[in-house]
């Protein structure tokens, strides 16, 4: 078994921790907000409508899952090869990865993790039962590509 992982683990860890006290954050203040308008019988005035402070915390529970789903660690085990995410472990024979290439979707990490210009930060690794995030920047990331084209010479390989 070979063990592909991220070589800056503060790069997958930060922003998980970061978003996740965000999102407390902002949850605890739309709990606040709430309590109050429901005091008040929503006859007085709030200080922030219960209604806006619905978007910062979807904002964030999108970072977060997405975060949380996303590859940072692969390991090729003969003809398989699992894909491990804080909340997420995903195990694809070779034989049926039928793409790798970078993710061209609307990231969903727009306020936390911004793309850099010409730089493809997020890769998508599809499959016949679907598709996986992952982070690109792993240690011998070459060497594993180079295994999966040897074993699966029909995959395609894009931005690679």
Request: hydrophobic residues 55%.
């Given at each position: 078994m070979k063990v592909y992982r991220h070589y800056?683990?503060?790069?997958?860890?930060?922003?998980l921790l970061l978003t996740t006290i965000v999102g407390l954050g902002v949850a605890a203040v739309g709990?606040?907000?709430?309590?109050?308008?429901?005091?008040?019988g929503f006859a007085g005035e709030a200080l922030i409508p219960p209604a806006l402070v619905a978007l910062?915390?979807?904002?964030?529970?999108?970072?977060?899952?997405f975060l949380a789903r996303t590859a940072h660690e692969i390991r090729l085990e003969g003809t398989?090869?699992?894909l491990i995410a804080p909340m997420r472990r995903v195990r694809i024979p070779i034989g049926e990865i039928t793409k790798l290439a970078p993710w061209e979707a609307g990231c969903a990490t727009w306020f936390l993790l911004r793309h850099q210009?010409?730089?493809?930060?997020?890769?998508?690794l599809r499959?016949?039962?679907g598709g996986v995030?992952?982070?690109?920047?792993?240690?011998?990331?070459?060497?594993?590509?180079?295994?999966i084209k040897r074993q699966n010479p029909a995959v395609e390989l894009r931005g690679c």
């Open positions: 800056r683990p503060v790069r997958v860890w930060l922003p709990v606040a907000v709430v309590v109050r308008a429901v005091g008040d910062p915390v979807a904002g964030v529970g999108i970072n977060l899952w398989s090869i699992e210009a010409g730089y493809a930060s997020w890769f998508l499959h016949q039962s995030v992952l982070d690109p920047r792993l240690d011998g990331m070459h060497d594993l590509i180079a295994e």
